[in-house]
Structure formats: C-alpha cells, structure tokens
Antibody
Framework: EVQLVESGGGLVQPGRSLRLSCAASGFTFDDYAMHWVRQAPGKGLEWVSGISWNSGSIGYADSVKGRFTISRDNAKNSLYLQMNSLRAEDTALYYC??????????????????WGQGTLVTVSS | SSELTQDPAVSVALGQTVRITCQGDSLRSYYASWYQQKPGQAPVLVIYGKNNRPSGIPDRFSGSSSGNTASLTITGAQAEDEADYYCNSRDSSGNLNYVFGTGTKVTVL
C-alpha cells in the first residue's frame, strides 16, 4: 500500500523555524517527484513546493520563496520542508503528495496521488 | 504565477448532473487534475489527464477540457459526493510549479 506520513508540525513563534518530514512507503520513492501542499484553516489548497526525483529540479510558490527549502533523501524514502522566518500566514495543515506523470500522443500530464494526512503548523506568539 | 478560478459553490439535486468549471491560462497548455476533499480528510484524486479515473472512483465522475477551461462533471450525483472540489495544473512559471483552483463546494440536495 502506498503511504505518506507527515510529521514535524507544531506551535512555533513568528520568525522561528520548523522542519517537516514526510515518510514514504509502498512505492519506489526515487522514481517520483514529490510536493508539499498546504491548507490554511477554512481555506483552499495552496501548492507550496515540489522537487524532482533526483533533486535536480525544484519549485516554490512565490509566498514561500526564499524562506522555505524543500529537500529529499532517497536512501531514507523521505521528503522534507525546512521552513524559516515563519509568519502567521504560514499557519496551515501541510500535506505531502506524490507526483505521477504520463504521456499520451506527446502530451504529458501530472497528478498528485496519494496524499498524506497532513501535519499542522501553527505560527503564533 | 498562474491562477485557476472556480465558482465558490454549486448545488445539485440527488441523482442529477452537475458541472464544475476551472478557468485559467495554464489550462491552454496543461491538463487539469481534480481532487475531492471531504471535511477533516485529505484530498483524493478523482480525475487526471484527458479524462482518467483512478481505481475506485465511480464512473459518474468525468472530466473534459476546452481552451482555458477544464470541467468536472458528476452525472447522477450521490449524497456522498457532497464535498469541496479543487482543480490543479502545472504552472507555466516553472517546471515543477503547480497551481490549485480556488475550490468549489458541492452541495447535494
């Protein structure tokens, strides 16, 4: 069974740092790109960051660029999100998700499946 | 970065058909995927690519796309389909950049 389990969330003061982890199992981790997606309380989904299978390609949302760093350890089947200079608006449930890709007639498409259950980050003094 | 716009809420009578739309420039280049989220649960993939359903997703869910608009259709909506639905696509701003739609709350009457 493909499974993603996030950890590392908690209550943190503004300006401080936190590191999230996502443990993957049930699939060949280093074959897939991975992502972090967050959801503020009562709000919609926001893509945060993504990393390719070999860490050669990385992307960030403008809202976290320069403050968050995504990384992965394929030997440990783990994905990470280092969050620095945290702000109140970073308060959210953070999900990790596996990226899959396919191509039909030269057109590629991606999807996120599965998702973990999320880890809650609360930024407050 | 791109934006994907969805209607905030739609309602559908039990057994009827509802279409949820997602509009954005990125959809001219990339297929959308669709996610269902029920309260207190993680999102679940329901449609990806041109019109593909993951294993376990009922065939009443279907997807389509035209120009800058992607659509998710539920044909014969059931009570258990009441949920929030989000579209998602790659963002032209970067190879691994993505964007989610604003979300649509579907109420089954």
């Amino acid at each position: 069974e493909v499974q993603l389990v996030e950890s590392g969330g908690g209550l943190v003061q503004p300006g401080r740092s936190l590191r999230l982890s996502c443990a993957a199992s049930g699939f060949t981790f280093d074959d897939y790109a991975m992502h972090w997606v967050r959801q503020a309380p009562g709000k919609g989904l926001e893509w945060v960051s993504g990393i390719s299978w070999n860490s050669g390609s990385i992307g960030y949302a403008d809202s976290v660029k320069g403050r968050f760093t995504i990384s992965r350890d394929n030997a440990k089947n783990s994905l990470y999100l280092q969050m620095n200079s945290l702000r109140a608006e970073d308060t959210a449930l953070y999900y990790c998700a596996k990226d899959s890709v396919a191509a039909v007639q030269g057109v590629s498409y991606n999807w996120f499946d599965p998702w973990g259950q999320g880890t809650l980050v609360t930024v407050s003094s | 970065s791109s934006e994907l716009t969805q209607d905030p809420a739609v309602s559908v009578a039990l057994g009827q058909t509802v279409r949820i739309t997602c509009q954005g420039d990125s959809l001219r280049s990339y297929y959308a995927s669709w996610y269902q989220q029920k309260p207190g649960q993680a999102p679940v993939l329901v449609i990806y690519g041109k019109n593909n359903r993951p294993s376990g997703i009922p065939d009443r869910f279907s997807g389509s796309s035209s120009g800058n608009t992607a659509s998710l259709t539920i044909t014969g909506a059931q009570a258990e389909d009441e949920a929030d639905y989000y579209c998602n696509s790659r963002d032209s701003s970067g190879n691994l950049n993505y964007v989610f739609g604003t979300g649509t709350k579907v109420t089954v009457l």
